[in-house]
């Protein structure tokens, strides 16, 4: 499996984004897919997975701002992400497990100015 992130950018506060996971398989044949992020300094942390049921949980810190879907014609796994702030400034990565397998995607990096 391979995973191609992408979307990131130097943005402001308050701003939108759009990152995009695209898988090199079918992502329903994931057991889940998930983004992760790590800021300066800090360690990776989950933001949001999402099973292959269609079950997604979020990172309290981005609950109501930050959305995952998915589709599955580009097999892609998207994160919007709104109202970003100077905390969520990090490289965001994506995650896929798959028959006990894990795999990441290379990380795009989200950079927010104050």
């Known amino acids: 499996v391979q995973l191609q992130a992408s979307g990131g950018g130097l943005v402001q506060v308050g701003a939108s984004l759009r990152l995009s996971c695209l898988a090199s398989?079918?992502?329903?044949?994931?057991?889940?897919m998930g983004w992760y992020r790590q800021g300066p300094g800090k360690e990776r942390e989950l933001v949001g997975i999402i099973t292959s049921s269609g079950s997604i949980n979020y990172a309290d810190s981005v609950k109501g701002r930050f959305t995952i879907s998915r589709d599955g014609a580009k097999n892609s796994v998207d994160l919007q992400v709104n109202s970003l702030k100077p905390e969520d400034t990090a490289v965001y990565y994506c995650?896929?497990?798959?028959?006990?397998?894990?795999?990441w995607g290379q990380g795009t990096l989200v950079t927010v100015s104050s």
């Open positions: 995650k896929a497990r798959k028959l006990f397998r894990t795999y």
């Open positions: 398989g079918s992502i329903f044949s994931m057991s889940d």
